[in-house]
C-alpha cells in the first residue's frame, strides 16, 4: 500500500472515530444528567446514595459486549456520580 493511500485510509478511519467520540460525548452527558436526577429522586425518598446491585448489573451487561468492558463501565459509573 502507497503512503498516499494509507493516509488517505487513515484519514477516513479517523473521521470515523471523531464521529463515534462525539457521539459518546453526547450520550454521556445525557446519562450524567439522568444520573443526577435519579439521584436527587433517591435523596428525596431517603434512600441510598448508592446501590451497588444496580451497579454490578451495569458493569454484567457492559462485560456482555466485550471482554473488558466492565472497566469502562466503572468509569461511567464514577463520572455520574461526581458533581
Known amino acids: ?4 493511500t ?3 485510509e487513515l484519514l477516513a478511519l479517523r ?3 471523531d464521529g463515534i467520540d462525539d457521539a459518546l460525548a ?5 446519562r450524567v444528567c439522568l444520573s443526577h436526577q435519579a439521584q436527587a429522586v433517591k435523596a428525596r425518598a431517603g434512600l441510598p446514595a448508592l446501590d451497588r446491585a444496580r451497579e454490578l448489573e451495569i458493569q454484567h451487561r457492559y462485560e456482555q459486549r466485550w ?3 466492565s472497566t469502562v463501565a466503572r ?3 464514577t ?3 461526581e458533581d
Not at 500500500?1 to 498516499?4: C, G, L, Q, V, Y
Not at 453526547?26 to 445525557?30: D, K, N, P, R, V
Open 1 to 4: 500500500m502507497s503512503a498516499p
Open 26 to 30: 453526547s450520550l454521556l452527558a445525557c
Open 79 to 81: 463520572l455520574c456520580r
Open 75 to 77: 468509569v461511567i459509573l
Open 6 to 8: 494509507a493516509n488517505a
Open 67 to 69: 471482554a473488558g468492558a
Open 15 to 17: 473521521h470515523a472515530i
